[in-house]
């Protein structure tokens, strides 16, 4: 139960830290990232408390990781060589990724309990 708080009390920080005047719309964007947890649906049983879910679902494997790191670092790589230039569409990748990043700390840290 501490682990699923922890999914909303971690990004509300967060967005606390970040974007102190937006931070409602910055925690829901991050929040939203759980989404990833569907992933789940695929597994048999669904939950499992002992189970370690970093590595074990799809889309908490490290190809995935790698690929939530680039959400994150890539929008402002683009930005910096001219290729994205819209910074509300950076700002918005770049919560998404970090939500992701951050789900899969949480859940790594899950799994070393
Ligand atoms: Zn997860």
Redesign the pocket.
Known sequence: MLHIALHFVVPAGLALAIDRERWLRTWLILVATML??LDHLLADPVYDPARC?IGF?PL?TTPAIVAYGLVLFGPRALNAIGALRDEAIIWMLQLVGLGLIV?MVL?GIDCLT
């Open positions: 990833v947890d879910s679902h908490h789900h859940d």
